[in-house]
């Protein structure tokens, strides 16, 4: 019972603390006081507010951490997502961390945290949480996982169903195959070609591609950015001389190196 007595007292001790210093820094017009109104996500149930708050801290592995889910239970913070990964702006990468936790919180209570928080960690920002998708929730932010999918919510199988299921089979990408792979159109597709790289599926493109014979050759012209048909003479002789102009160029520019 004594325990319990001397936990509520520090408890105490500490909230109170905590008020006393954001109201001197807001009675001081300090620079560390935060405007939450702007950038939040206001979600008011009964007082309370659902944030979305991001921060460093330096060299996670020290009290940092520690002392940082000390400001959140402090707080009386419920918290709903938390994330990290290596901050990309520091050296040391392996211990600084990068955080993103949505929580709920009273409304009286957010100068609070937040002031409290910049004690302890860096880069202290809130803002709605789409402007930063950490994790792709949707197929066109996949390019921004570097191609390395750690997590994905389920509006991904609103935008495109069926692939992500284990049902599908899975091959390598070949183009010879993929072009002759049927495919009907009342149900999801059956296989799904995967590639190594973007790179690799250019590479075999372009290999397939100069395999089919085509009645016709094209040719890319730099100076109107367009692809010009040769299917008369006259346009392979102006490719021709073209093509001599630049030899000569290239020629010269030996030269001059030589």
Not at 156 to 178: I, M, Q, R, V, W
Request: proline content about 5%.
């Amino acid at each position: 019972m004594k325990s319990d007595v001397q936990s509520v007292q520090h408890y105490t001790s500490r909230r109170r603390s905590l008020i006393e210093d954001a109201r001197k820094e807001k009675e001081a017009g300090s620079p560390t006081s935060t405007n939450t109104e702007d950038g939040l996500v206001f979600e008011l149930e009964n007082e309370r507010v659902t944030l979305n708050i991001f921060f460093t801290l330096r060299n996670a592995k020290n009290a940092g951490l520690s002392k940082t889910g000390k400001v959140f239970e402090t707080c009386e913070s419920r918290i709903h997502h938390i994330e990290t990964r290596p901050t990309k702006k520091s050296k040391n990468s392996v211990e600084d961390l990068e955080f993103f936790i949505r929580c709920e919180v009273h409304s009286s209570d957010i100068n609070i945290l937040i002031n409290s928080l910049k004690r302890v960690a860096d880069d202290v920002k809130t803002s709605r949480e789409e402007k930063v998708p950490w994790f792709p929730k949707k197929i066109r932010d996949l390019d921004k996982c570097h191609h390395l999918i750690t997590k994905y919510d389920p509006d991904l199988d609103h935008d495109h169903p069926y692939a992500l299921s284990n049902e599908p089979e899975y091959k390598p990408f070949d183009p010879e195959t993929t072009a002759v792979q049927p495919y009907q159109d009342q149900t999801y597709q059956p296989v799904y070609f995967v590639s190594e790289s973007f790179e690799d599926a250019k590479t075999k493109l372009r290999q397939y591609s100069s395999k089919i014979k085509k009645a016709f050759s094209v040719r890319y012209d730099p100076f109107t950015c367009s692809i010009e048909v040769l299917d008369k003479p006259q346009k392979v002789k102006n490719a021709l001389n073209q093509m001599r102009d630049e030899l000569k160029n290239l020629c010269f520019a030996l030269e001059k190196l030589s």
